[in-house]
């Protein structure tokens, strides 16, 4: 039994849920866990005696401009670290949550081991501002252990931030007892799908790299030959002008702007193709939660979505703004039941087996005993 921290973000997000998911695993395999957020991971909805929380307290102090997350956030590792006599502290995200754990270590008096996992936008947002770079390279070199959500990502990180340490690629997974087709056809009505229509879905937080704009634009292709709709969940920066964009194409009544939701299994379940047309993606666990959920994908060959979609066995994958091969692949898929079948057996497979989450949770546990047996 081991000790574990984990720091995340605990608003909604792939990020988060992986954190809180991988919590909760652990748990259940006897480890005592603690979370150290600014507000409780909402993926944390059920008690658990080996689960405890500790609240980074933010204080408006008027002499700050800006209440500072960061020193609050390292003070209170420290404490965690040293009341709970912690083994591990696992930090996602390199920037903060990597620099505050390092921080931590030194200020505690129990020793403790830094594991930083590394989700994407960290390296591929935040590594392309000088200010940044270098900070977030302090970080990760100062981990006792890297890991990241793909192949994709570990290679990027290496070039962007010529970092000085091993990463080791350990990929996403999904809770197999929250993510499997359900029978729901009155889901289908209050939608106003009709029997024989095909269903769409993408879900984001709708920022500029997802581009949306290509999923709006592919689909009026594939409405153009197949009878379909689109639901679109989620919600961010960019939902006002997607809203506006399927007005001017007329497809007001095609595509059905859902927001955010939090019962993805019931939407998955009524989908018959998943899009991601990210121009950029470290991972994209949305498309695992679909492949358990039967439904196959069309993604960009961008980052680590060629990893998930293996081409041809359980979706597709496109060039970055390819619309036309995106809509042609989709037409394909939904007019041929015999290929449609074949690509959602697979991706159930392949979600089942190359993403197990038994066998994700293990390799974790394996880097944990690998952090702890060496200085
Ligand atoms: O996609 C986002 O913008 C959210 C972000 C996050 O923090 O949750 O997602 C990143 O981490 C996920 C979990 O590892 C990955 O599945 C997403 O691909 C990754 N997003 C990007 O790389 C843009």
Known sequence: MKK???????????????ATELGKLLAEQGNEIHFITSSIPFRLTKIHPKIFYHEVELNHYPVFQYPPYDLALAAKMAEVIDQQKLDILHVHYAMPHAICAIMAKDIADHD??????????????????????????????????????????????????????????????????????????????????????????????????????????????????????????????????????????????????????????????????MLLLSEKESFGLVLLEAMLCGVPSIGTNVGGIPEVIEHDKTGYTVELGDIDAAANHAIEVLTDDQ??????????????DKFASKKIVNHYQQLYDTVLTTN
Do not use: W
């Open 4 to 18: 574990i921290g984990i720091t995340c973000y605990p608003s909604v997000g792939g990020s988060g849920i992986i």
């Open 112 to 273: 403790v081991k830094i594991v930083t996992t590394l989700h994407g936008t960290d390296i591929t947002v935040l590594g392309i501002d000088q200010t940044f770079k270098k900070i977030i390279k302090y970080g990760i070199e100062k981990s006792d252990a890297v890991t990241a959500v793909s192949e994709s990502l570990v290679k990027q990180t290496v070039e962007m931030l010529d970092v000085n340490k091993e990463i080791t690629t350990i990929y996403n997974f999904v809770n197999e007892e929250d993510y499997y087709k359900q029978h729901v056809p009155a889901l289908r009505q209050q939608y106003g799908i009709s029997n024989d229509e095909k269903v769409l879905i993408h879900i984001s937080n709708f920022r500029k790299v997802k581009r949306v704009q290509d999923i709006i634009y592919a689909f009026k292709q594939i409405r153009n030959e197949v009878k379909s709709k689109l639901l679109l969940v989620g919600d961010g920066p960019e939902y006002a002008d997607m809203v506006q964009l399927v007005d001017s194409l007329g497809l007001k009544e095609e595509v059905r702007f859902l927001g955010k939701q939090t019962n993805i299994r019931e939407l998955l379940s009524i989908a018959d193709l």
């Open 339 to 352: 290929l449609m079948q074949r690509l959602s057996d697979n991706a159930f497979i392949q979600a089942k």
